[in-house]
């Protein structure tokens, strides 16, 4: 099978036309508004997003315009309303990209930073109706199949390898050295890869989702690892999630197969490496919140509940398209145009927070999974992961601290997800099982 290439531009799902050559200078593609706040660029990090998610909120409403590349615009939706019937109606909000405007027109450049993570590929995230059903139904029956308490307890003892490595030092950086590898040592073993190939691939995600001048590079490089993990696995299938899709009755295609292996990699292994991170952040950096884990108020599941809330590990996702024109949010949307899931602004919406603006604990309403038939098929694991990552650091250091002051963190730079570039660490008296204690 041949490597990933940045995803084409196809004929349009309805009328089968391929798209037109580009207008001529000034004649002006058609966009929600002729200059949009950028949703993107090194002035917006994890700090900065909420009071501009709440500033685009008071100058629009529900769905405000944003530019997500230079000369790229399109709505974002921050409305938990307007969000739910977004991924609810499929007949007005369609998830296939073939229907946007600007694509169709030839006005999105092939090597765009963000053709990886839009531009369409025959994947769940990508159809509609029932071609949808059918790769949900496969990916579902595939993650099914993991065995809760034999994952749990491979990410117990690789979190427990990983504390130790670093225990003699008494001081770690909890992104790179844990949060990162982990959920890296249990996922790419459900796949099927070993431990050196599932680094490159993380390292090939990670540069897909940074949204810069090596994202394309970077989805070929990705697209190269899993198209040589479906060939082994088609000529020798094993326990994993890889093999369960190439084997499902759904039939899938080994095209197929590779597409939701990246919409299923994607969204699970960066998502629950931002997860893990910023729950540890907050236990580090917020008392209150950290006496009430350790004093039996909250459950570690309620932490990672609020968690979701507050921080959601992926602040905006792409992306559904209209169908028609119609009235939404208070905006002129046009048939065609890109419309964003804003998880972590419509999260905030004063409409649906209590009157002090904190979530009800043990409430699971918020979006950060998305909702509708496209809900995240991998919550379930992603949730324990997480949480097996964070109780096993909290027992195994429980005097751990930050080293730096908490104004000194620094956030990656996505449009997508909001996660933390390092998180330095100190402690003193390591808990680690006999096998594992460093020597003194």
Not at 206 to 234: P, T
Not at 318 to 326: C, E, G, H, Q
Request: some cysteine; glycine content about 8%; proline content about 10%.
């Amino acid at each position: 099978m041949t490597t990933l290439p940045p995803p084409p531009v196809p004929p349009h799902p309805s009328t089968g036309t391929t798209p037109s050559p580009p207008p001529s200078p000034g004649t002006g593609a058609r966009c929600p508004v002729t200059s949009a706040p950028a949703l993107y660029g090194p002035e917006l990090d994890g700090d900065s997003l909420p009071a501009f998610y709440e500033q685009l909120r008071r100058e629009h409403g529900p769905v405000a315009p944003v530019a997500i590349a230079p000369g790229i615009q399109a709505w974002l939706v921050l409305g938990h309303r307007e969000l739910l019937r977004l991924t609810r109606e499929e007949q007005d909000f369609s998830h296939d990209p073939r229907r946007w405007t600007l694509l169709r027109e030839g006005r999105v450049p092939a090597d765009s930073p963000i053709m990886p993570m839009v531009g369409w590929r025959p994947a769940l995230l990508y159809t509609d109706g029932q071609q949808h059903r059918r790769m949900r139904t496969a990916v579902s029956d595939a993650l099914a199949g993991i065995n809760g308490h034999e994952l749990r307890r491979s990410v117990r003892t690789a979190a427990e390898r990983l504390i130790a490595s670093f225990a003699e030092r008494r001081e770690a950086d909890l992104v790179p050295h844990y949060a990162r590898k982990l959920p890296l040592m249990v996922v790419t073993g459900l796949l099927g890869l070993d431990d050196r190939t599932g680094q490159q691939l993380v390292q090939a995600i990670a540069g897909m989702a940074a949204a810069n001048a090596d994202s394309v590079n970077a989805s070929r490089r990705m697209g190269a690892i899993l198209a040589a993990l479906i060939e082994e696995k088609r000529r020798r299938p094993g326990s994993d999630v890889t093999s369960a899709l190439l084997h499902h009755p759904a039939r899938l295609t080994d095209e197929e197969v590779l597409h939701n292996l990246v919409v299923m990699f994607v969204a699970g292994n960066q998502t629950t490496v931002n997860w893990i991170a910023t729950t540890l952040r907050i236990l580090l950096c917020d008392p209150a919140f950290r006496s009430s884990l350790s004093g039996g108020h909250l459950s570690v599941d309620d932490a990672l509940d609020l968690v979701l809330w507050r921080h959601p590990p992926t602040q905006n996702f792409p992306a559904r398209y209209a169908t028609r024109d119609l009235r939404f949010g208070g905006q002129d949307v046009r048939a065609g145009d890109m419309l964003l899931l804003g998880l972590a602004g419509a999260n905030q919406d004063p409409e649906v927070l209590p009157a002090d603006g904190v979530p009800v604990t043990g409430n699971r309403s918020h979006l950060a999974f998305g909702a509708g038939p496209h809900t995240c098929p991998a919550q379930d694991p992603a949730r324990l992961i997480t949480r097996t990552a964070v109780d096993t650091i909290r027992h195994r250091l429980p005097d751990l601290e930050l080293a730096v002051p908490e104004s000194e963190l620094e956030w990656i730079k996505s449009p997508w997800s909001k996660g933390l570039a390092a998180l330095p660490v100190r402690f003193t008296d390591p808990q680690l099982p006999q096998q594992h204690v460093p020597p003194a």
